[in-house]
């Protein structure tokens, strides 16, 4: 059964820091590549980073670039993405992505990330 479950989601002040983890089952994980994307009620998902599917290749939505990183480790099957100097609009609900081909993509169930002042 294919399972993407994301974790570290949680409040934090603005300025702060989360790691949020994506582990993966059910899928041979090092061959797809990863995304991750946030959402916000009334608006849509919006892609954040990618990162291949070997992790030597990443790209950042530019809202994000310098303060985010994406990492993964293939013998954990999961997926990392590093947020620092969260600001309020980084709030959203966090999901990772996987690809693998047409046929081949499935969705986490998401977590909370709310920055407060």
């Known amino acids: 059964q294919v399972q993407l479950v994301e974790s570290g989601g949680g409040l934090v002040q603005p300025g702060g820091s989360l790691r949020l983890s994506c582990t993966a089952a059910g899928f041979t994980f090092s061959n797809y590549f990863m995304s991750w994307y946030r959402q916000v009620p009334g608006k849509e998902r919006e892609l954040v980073a990618t990162?291949?599917?070997?992790?030597?290749?990443?790209n950042y939505a530019d809202s994000v670039k310098g303060r985010f990183t994406a990492s993964r480790d293939n013998a954990k099957n999961t997926v990392y993405l590093q947020m620092n100097s969260l600001k309020p609009t980084d709030t959203a609900v966090y999901y990772c992505?996987?690809?693998?081909?047409?046929?081949?993509?499935?969705w986490g169930q998401g977590t909370q990330v709310t920055v407060y002042s």
């Open positions: 992505h996987a690809d693998g081909g047409p046929l081949y993509k499935y």
């Open positions: 990162i291949s599917s070997g992790g030597g290749t990443t």
